[in-house]
Structures are given as C-alpha cells and as structure tokens.
C-alpha cells in the first residue's frame, strides 16, 4: 500500500498522484482500444506507470506503432533494466489509480473484465505542448496502441520480462 497521503515526499505525491496516474491509465486504454475493441487485459494497465513515468524509457519509444515491440526492445535491451523492479515497486501506485479511476467514472470494467473508458467525455486541462505531462500523456496512448498490436497478456509480459 502506497504510504498515505501527508507521509510521501513532495516528489512522490506530485508524480505518483492518483489523478495523473489515472490520466495515464485512461490513456493507454483509449489507445488500447483504439486497436482492439474489447479493452484493455486488467494485468496490462500495471506495466503503463513503470514504462511511461520512466523518461529513459519512454524517451526511446519509436515514432510510430508499425515498429514491433519486440524488435523494439531488441534494439533497446537497456530499456528491460529495471523494468521488472519497477512495476512491482508501482504497483501500490497503479492498483490506487485504477480504484480512483473506476470511483471517478474515468474507467470502467467490461462484462469480460477489461478496462474501458466510462462512457462520457472527460475534459482535460490545457498543458503546454511541450510540456512532461503532456508527453507523458501521448507516450500513455501510444503505449497502449502499441500493446494491443503486440498479442495477449502473457507475450506483453514475456517480451518485457516481467512476470505477473
């Protein structure tokens, strides 16, 4: 469990708040679905926080999602370092904003238990273009385009390294 609230580090609590990391869920569903029409797999919304949050990492994305994941990561095996370490240790971070993004009507759950965005428009604010948040929110759609075209849960992990 994430330490509560008055206890995390400024750093920690602008970064890691459940707001933001919501955005960036939401996001790499949008993406997700954008490419496949059932949703985001629940397991797959834990690897968005430890790649996109990570600026070495999302840094190297490729410019377009033609590129295969896996060939990808062949050519940046450095990105896998720490990687797995990461997603446990965000964990925490990501099971609370995904709760604050079903009680907030950001996501929701399809009827097979994928993530899905709520019915409605979500107005976002105005950052400047060039901005990390606004590149992080860019780098979450990609993310989730580019894991719906990578095959099922189990191939997202395993070219990841990650174990769920």
Known sequence: MPLPWTSRPTEVANLLN???CSLLLREAVLGYLKEHAQG??????FLVLPIV?????????????????HAWLQENQVT????SSRARGLVPYSREALIYSLSSSLLSV???GRLVPAKGKVKLPKWDKDSEVTTCVKKAYFLGRWFARSGDTTTVFGFLGVVP
């Open 110 to 112: 399809s009827r097979d």
């Open 18 to 20: 459940p707001a933001f």
């Open 53 to 69: 949050l990570h600026k070495a990492t999302r840094d190297t994305f490729p410019a377009s999602i033609s590129t295969k994941l």
């Open 40 to 45: 985001m797999p629940y397991a797959v919304s």
């Open 80 to 83: 896998r370092v720490g990687l």
